[in-house]
């Protein structure tokens, strides 16, 4: 069964850094794509980017390219989301997703001082 | 970047009746590979968003037939008969074509 299982939420300054990871499961992690999505408060859906299944590439929404970074560690199966700079309209529940169909359970991320 | 305009906000629906939700992008989402990459999910109450259709019409494992996706080029749609209790909550329409991925607004399916 595949399971993602996101954490390193909380509550954070405005201005901070973040990392969040995705531990995944119950398939080989090194043989797909992962992906980056957050929902709002307000329910707005917003692909932040992907990487390559080796971590040799990796896409961004434009708006996020500049303050996000996407890496995975394979040996560990494990996705990253670093996060710099953060803002109060970062305020979120992050997922993990391989593929369409699979998705983690989300953690939340609130910007606030 | 390909906008989703998704259509109704809102559903008030009956028990066991039928409904449909417009989606439309801003541009073709006719890959170069000649494939759509236009998928619908269902975000019940608490839980992660879960897929429905992909590539606009198939329906996913486990999804049963009362969902069907149709559409191509810019106009789709996701049909919904013999509403039950379960099919509550908010869909999103979400194209995997043209970097950076989009998704709809979404629209909430209630009960009347």
């Known amino acids: 069964e595949v399971q993602l299982v996101e954490s390193g939420g909380g509550l954070v300054q405005p201005g901070a850094s973040l990392k969040l990871s995705c531990v995944a499961s119950g398939f080989t992690f090194s043989d797909y794509w992962m992906s980056w999505v957050r929902q709002t408060p307000g329910k707005t859906m917003e692909w932040i980017g992907d990487i390559k299944y080796d971590g040799s590439y990796t896409n961004y929404a434009p708006s996020l390219k500049n303050r996000f970074t996407i890496s995975r560690d394979n040996a560990k199966s494990t996705l990253y989301l670093q996060m710099s700079n953060v803002r109060s309209e970062d305020t979120a529940t992050y997922y993990c997703?391989?593929?369409?169909?699979?998705w983690g359970q989300g953690t939340l991320v609130t910007v606030s001082s | 970047d390909v906008v989703m305009t998704q259509t109704p906000v809102s559903l008030s629906v009956s028990l066991g009746g039928q409904t449909s939700i417009s989606c439309r992008s801003s541009?073709?989402?006719?890959?170069?590979?000649?494939?759509?990459?236009l998928y619908w999910y269902l975000q019940k109450p608490g839980q992660s968003p879960q897929l429905l259709i992909y590539?606009?019409?198939n329906r996913f494992s486990g999804v049963p037939d009362r969902f069907s996706g149709s559409g191509s080029g810019t106009d789709f749609t996701l049909k919904i008969s013999r509403v039950e209790p379960e099919d509550l909550g908010v869909y999103y329409c979400?194209?995997?074509?043209?970097?950076?991925?989009?998704f709809g607004a979404g629209t909430k399916l209630e009960l009347k």
């Open positions: 590539k606009v019409s």
């Open positions: 541009q073709s989402l006719v890959h170069s590979d000649g494939n759509t990459y």
């Open positions: 979400y194209q995997g074509t043209h970097y950076p991925y989009t």
């Open positions: 997703t391989r593929g369409r169909p699979y």
